[in-house]
């Protein structure tokens, strides 16, 4: 099995950044694509960014020139820059893997969550 562990959410001040963090462990043959996404009370889950293998990057327009994903392979961890905080970006924070976890099989695996509140 694979796990997903996020940390770095919090509470802050709209303006302020924080930076999230998601790990990967277990049976890890291959990652593929990692991402964040988010959930708001009362709204559906939403993509924030995406990553692939080789690096290129996919960002929602809402969050575009204020957060930056990025990707370590050595720790099969993917991070989050969250700068420029606002209300609206308030939500549970969620990381996904797509990880080929044996010789043949591989699937989507997501994380616990961790929780953003922005103050205005």
């Known amino acids: 099995q694979v796990h997903l562990v996020e940390s770095g959410g919090g509470l802050v001040q709209a303006g302020g950044s924080l930076r999230l963090s998601c790990a990967a462990s277990g049976s890890i043959y291959v990652i593929y694509s990692m991402g964040w996404f988010r959930q708001a009370p009362g709204k559906q889950r939403e993509l924030v960014a995406t990553i692939t293998s080789g690096e290129d990057t996919n960002y929602a327009d809402s969050v575009k020139g204020r957060f930056t994903i990025s990707r370590d392979n050595a720790k099969n961890t993917v991070y989050l820059q969250v700068d420029n905080l606002k209300p609206e970006d308030t939500a549970v924070y969620y990381c996904?893997?797509?990880?080929?976890?044996?010789?043949?099989?591989?699937?989507?695996?997501w994380g616990q969550g961790t929780q953003v509140t922005v103050s205005s």
């Open positions: 996904n893997a797509n990880v080929r976890y044996s010789n043949i099989n591989s699937r989507v695996f």
